[in-house]
């Protein structure tokens, strides 16, 4: 279905050695660099890239296991199984990385299992449960940021929290609207792409762009929406009955909706921003199982603070977000050909 595609495509990452170093002042321009191509994975929650250029991530389709591939794509190993022991999962829901270097794997037993980058355990800790895939991203005082599934009956969508595995305490971000964790009940309700740049964190949504800023201790600091996008506002009120209904992944005429499928920070306070915009027979073209024929997809480069454009390009394919290594991620669906793709992207001055 369009709307699990769009959903557990999300992925959260710091931008690292793979974007230009050099500040880009005006007349900036976005290359984009085929780096690897990785045949038959339907789909992931997180990319992560060790320091001997391999990657390690986990099928949201087979997420039992962990995939090493080589820097070229090659499948080397798989790591876990189902089971209840040590290094065994049952749904990885999601993969990070810690601030010293472990792999974190959460599955949906409110598991963390942390491996070394050869894959062996190392400890294991606990999780509140009902995550949202994609969404956790440690902080550097051992500190989680997560997406969590709402628990009240009377609502639907999620809300952000904190979460500390040494003493177990859980803490919403932000103001209490309507005596509600922040996120829930207002125009914020919903999942969204996490990142943890210096002292604060920053919050994208799916399906508004806009982003939140938050500091360390969850209290909101300031927020900006994008203006000059073709992309629709949404507002995240209707969430509970859209999600009932089956409706999130689609416009008020019915018409499939646009996404924002990842979010990243680089170095000099830039945001880039992946989003997915349907063609004019996109649902057609979903019914037939050619999702990423479906869509093209903006990169876009935002001023952190400000919001303000910096640079924006068209492509055309399905963006799946960003690994943590800053390479951008493209998903390739049709009936015959699976397959996730990197690229290599910077901002550079126009020549």
């Given at each position: 279905?369009?709307?699990?595609?769009?959903?557990?495509?999300?992925?959260?990452?710091?931008?690292?050695?793979?974007?230009?170093?050099?500040?880009?002042?005006?007349?900036?321009?976005?290359?984009?660099?085929?780096?690897?191509?990785?045949?038959?994975?339907?789909?992931?929650?997180?990319?992560?890239?060790?320091?001997?250029?391999?990657?390690?991530?986990?099928?949201?389709?087979?997420?039992?296991?962990?995939?090493?591939?080589?820097?070229?794509?090659?499948?080397?190993?798989?790591?876990?199984?189902?089971?209840?022991?040590?290094?065994?999962?049952?749904?990885?829901?999601?993969?990070?990385?810690?601030?010293?270097?472990?792999?974190?794997?959460?599955?949906?037993?409110?598991?963390?299992?942390?491996?070394?980058?050869?894959?062996?355990?190392?400890?294991?800790?606990?999780?509140?449960?009902?995550?949202?895939?994609?969404?956790?991203?440690?902080?550097?005082?051992?500190?989680?940021?997560?997406?969590?599934?709402?628990?009240?009956?009377?609502?639907?969508?999620?809300?952000?929290?904190?979460?500390d595995p040494e003493s177990n305490e859980v803490?919403?971000?932000?103001?209490r609207f309507n005596n509600l964790p922040f996120?829930?009940?207002?125009?914020?309700?919903?999942?969204?792409?996490?990142?943890?740049?210096?002292?604060?964190?920053?919050?994208?949504?799916?399906?508004?762009?806009?982003?939140?800023?938050?500091?360390?201790?969850?209290?909101?600091?300031?927020?900006?929406?994008?203006?000059?996008?073709?992309?629709?506002?949404?507002?995240?009120?209707?969430?509970?009955?859209?999600?009932?209904?089956?409706?999130?992944?689609?416009?008020?005429?019915?018409?499939?909706?646009?996404?924002?499928?990842?979010?990243?920070?680089?170095?000099?306070?830039?945001?880039?921003?992946?989003?997915?915009?349907?063609?004019?027979?996109?649902?057609?073209?979903?019914?037939?199982?050619?999702?990423?024929?479906?869509?093209?997809?903006?990169?876009?480069?935002?001023?952190?603070?400000?919001?303000?454009?910096?640079?924006?390009?068209?492509?055309?394919?399905?963006?799946?977000?960003?690994?943590?290594?800053?390479?951008?991620?493209?998903?390739?669906?049709?009936?015959?050909?699976?397959?996730?793709?990197?690229?290599?992207?910077?901002?550079?001055?126009?020549?």
């Amino acid at each position: 279905m369009l709307s699990t595609s769009i959903f557990v495509g999300a992925i959260i990452a710091t931008l690292q050695a793979s974007h230009a170093v050099q500040p880009c002042s005006s007349d900036c321009q976005i290359t984009v660099r085929a780096s690897v191509t990785l045949d038959g994975v339907g789909g992931t929650s997180k990319v992560l890239r060790l320091e001997d250029g391999s990657i390690v991530l986990t099928h949201i389709y087979n997420s039992d296991r962990l995939e090493l591939y080589s820097p070229q794509g090659r499948l080397l190993n798989q790591w876990g199984g189902p089971g209840d022991g040590p290094g065994e999962y049952k749904h990885i829901v999601d993969l990070a990385r810690s601030p010293d270097g472990l792999l974190m794997v959460f599955d949906s037993r409110g598991r963390i299992t942390l491996l070394d980058q050869q894959g062996h355990v190392v400890d294991t800790e606990r999780h509140p449960g009902d995550l949202f895939p994609g969404g956790a991203t440690p902080l550097p005082d051992g500190r989680i940021a997560l997406n969590r599934r709402a628990r009240e009956a009377e609502l639907f969508g999620y809300w952000m929290f904190t979460f500390d595995p040494e003493s177990n305490e859980v803490t919403p971000f932000g103001q209490r609207f309507n005596n509600l964790p922040f996120g829930l009940g207002a125009t914020n309700v919903g999942a969204r792409h996490i990142i943890s740049h210096g002292n604060a964190i920053w919050a994208v949504h799916f399906f508004a762009y806009e982003a939140e800023k938050f500091g360390q201790g969850g209290e909101r600091v300031t927020s900006w929406r994008a203006s000059d996008t073709a992309f629709p506002s949404y507002d995240y009120q209707n969430w509970g009955d859209d999600a009932r209904n089956g409706r999130l992944g689609r416009m008020p005429d019915g018409g499939v909706r646009p996404n924002i499928a990842g979010a990243s920070i680089d170095q000099h306070d830039r945001l880039w921003v992946a989003l997915n915009m349907p063609e004019p027979n996109a649902e057609e073209l979903v019914e037939q199982g050619r999702v990423s024929d479906a869509f093209h997809g903006i990169i876009d480069v935002r001023d952190l603070e400000t919001g303000t454009l910096l640079a924006s390009r068209r492509v055309e394919d399905y963006l799946w977000g960003f690994a943590d290594s800053g390479e951008l991620i493209s998903y390739i669906e049709t009936p015959h050909v699976v397959a996730l793709r990197l690229w290599n992207v910077s901002l550079e001055e126009e020549r």
